[in-house]
């Protein structure tokens, strides 16, 4: 049986690290996109600035969560060709982190041009990003065996 603290096993699995960092960009992204809801409906500034700076984190910890995706399939499989649910785990991911990283820049451009219009375009572009996240993650949840066969 394995020891749940043997961080040195945790660490050196070469497929281990995008389990445990796919959850910062996803919990980020939705925390962020719950705040910027929040923020239309009650004009609160510090809300819109909570949705920014989580919006913020999630593109930059998407970017080593989609690193160690690609590195995992590269030592799991040894870079084969992927195919059905991997695949599409694959294309899902890279749309999902890609497209945390425009809703951040969206929210940035906002800012520095202090324009509420270009804000209000990201609600329907937040909710997509949340629907894509939603179906990539289920994806990989069959993948790892926690939503069924792995």
Known sequence: M???FDFKSALTAR????VVLIHFPIALFIA???FDFA???TKRQNLAAAAYFNFLVAAVASIPTMITGLLAWQWQLEGQRLKGTLLLHLIFGV????LICVV???HWSARRAQNEKL?????PLEALTALLL???GHLGGFLSGVNGAG
């Open 39 to 41: 923020a239309h409906w």
């Open 15 to 18: 497929h281990a690290q995008h």
């Open 104 to 106: 951040w820049f969206i």
């Open 95 to 98: 749309a999902s982190g890609t």
């Open 32 to 34: 962020g996109a719950a």
């Open 119 to 123: 804000r209000l375009f990201c609600l």
């Open 2 to 4: 394995l020891n749940p």
């Open 134 to 136: 939603a179906v990539t």
